[in-house]
């Protein structure tokens, strides 16, 4: 049988973003993922443009969804000479072909605007022409459809639980006594709206590459998460302030509007607009809206499809100019914008108005990494810089943790539970150093062989 080598090259190490992991079989090159990293841009830009791998020797990518940590590099990739086929989910393939797209403009447009501020930056990463070609690359395949690789190499897709079309991969690569390989992805969590439950795959596994971002945390349940939402909202709008609530445009958004349209129809929130100010957020809830075979309590919401996701409160903003206006505004108002981790985007320009006002809240719904700036934010600090700017945050700072759309430790534990204690060899990969170590002891306890974490670019050989 031939050798199988695995190495890292993203969210390792330290690293929770920047997903990529490269797996050498069958005279052939593979990538899971190809994630940006996040973070200080300092700090990230480096790691973002070195490859250290050749895109032109790669023979496939599998995408395990649409998130920039784990798809945002793929742009790249083909700029620098990727011309394989990228395998992904339908609903991640369309996402991509927002996101992508909106990752580059970003780039184009911020580097622009530090120019034009005299500031010192670098090109941008890829171009909206870069993210066009990767899109001409990547082919759906649905869940449960084994796809060959090679001869006796093949994959399937089963349902992750995370965001729309998220997948973990269960890979079988056939000659000899052959092995198989199962990346977890982002494991969702049980109980989510819309997003169906994760599903574990069964039975005997070689190797595992599984995910750790909360092993050290338990969240709120999705209930107690409604309700704290609804309180929030409701104690800032009596103050005549503003909820600024940054979220990922792909899930969250989504998620948040379900629920604030949940709590409005039970009477648990002022009557107060409410602005998805993220023109990828309204292409992503149209994603959404294209894609109801894969929602959760399917019977219910195919006929509901876009009513869940609009009612009389919230409207859609795609134009930037209403979006300033926004600022110019008074009165209370709940205005969710991207980025998710405050790094990018129209929420930047939002907390510069608004971050300074005690009546004001910024409400952080999701996971902020290290050394982003809404973890900044998040941890305490009342003095950060926004585009190079001195900003004072005044506004309250809040946290609700039941909106994760990432399992947490007891989720985390029931799913490697579910894999039925046939795990030979585990590498824990996509967490802080402390969330890692979490994981590995909770693979040891539930019996798996060997558990193991990667550094950045170590190499292994599975047999």
Not at 83 to 111: F, G, K, N, W
Not at 250 to 274: C, F, N, S
Request: proline share 5%.
């Amino acid at each position: 049988m031939s050798q199988m080598h695995l190495s890292f090259h993203g969210a390792v190490g330290g690293h929770v973003t920047g997903s990529m992991h490269l797996l050498e079989c069958a005279g052939g090159r593979f990538l899971f993922d190809s994630g940006l990293f996040q973070g200080r841009r300092a700090d990230t830009e480096k790691l973002n443009r070195d490859l250290s791998i050749n895109p032109a020797t790669v023979n496939a990518v599998v995408l395990s969804h649409a998130h920039i940590d784990h798809s945002g590099r793929l742009p790249y990739l083909v700029r620098q000479g990727y011309h394989a086929p990228i395998y992904a989910t339908p609903a991640t393939r369309d996402l991509c072909a927002v996101m992508l797209r909106d990752s580059a403009e970003i780039q184009e447009r911020d580097a622009l605007f530090l120019k034009k501020r005299g500031k010192a930056v670098a090109e941008p990463l890829y171009t909206q022409s870069d993210a066009i070609q990767t899109q001409e690359l990547m082919i759906g395949l649905p869940y449960h459809r084994p796809f060959y690789l090679r001869r006796n190499f093949s994959f399937e897709f089963v349902d992750a639980g995370h965001i729309l079309g998220s997948a973990t991969v269960d890979l079988r690569f056939a000659e000899g006594a052959g092995h198989r390989l199962v990346f977890s992805g982002d494991i969702g969590r049980t109980g989510l709206p819309i997003i169906r439950d994760p599903e574990p795959p069964h039975g005997p596994i070689d190797t595992l590459i599984v995910e750790s971002t909360y092993a050290t945390r338990d969240h709120d349940s999705v209930a107690g998460a409604m309700t704290r939402l609804g309180e929030v909202v409701t104690e800032t709008a009596k103050k005549g302030g503003r909820v600024f609530i940054p979220a990922f445009a792909l899930g969250r958004i989504q998620e948040l509007v379900y629920a604030l349209h949940e709590l409005w129809r039970d009477g648990k929130i002022p009557e107060i607009p409410i602005y998805v100010d993220s023109p990828l957020g309204v292409d992503a809830t149209n994603v959404f809206r294209m894609h109801p075979e894969v929602f959760d309590r399917r019977e219910r919401l195919l006929s509901t499809t876009s009513k869940i996701l609009d009612f009389p409160l919230v409207r859609y903003i795609r134009d930037v100019e209403e979006s300033k206006r926004l600022d110019q505004s008074h009165g209370p108002a709940v205005v969710i914008a991207a980025s998710g981790m405050v790094e990018s985007g129209r929420i930047l320009h939002h907390l510069v108005h608004g971050a300074g006002d005690h009546k004001n809240v910024i409400l952080f719904v999701g996971f902020q990494a290290e050394h982003t700036l809404g973890r900044r934010i998040q941890d305490g600090d009342r003095e950060v810089r926004i585009h190079g700017e001195p900003v004072t945050i005044r506004a309250g700072v809040e946290t609700i943790s039941g909106y994760s759309a990432h399992a947490d430790r007891s989720e985390l534990r029931a799913w490697v539970r579910k894999l039925g204690g046939q795990v030979k060899r585990a590498f824990v990969v996509h967490g802080e150093p402390a969330a890692r170590e979490a994981m590995a002891g909770i693979l040891r306890a539930e019996g798996v062989g060997e558990v193991v974490l990667p550094t950045l670019g170590e190499r292994f050989q599975l047999q």
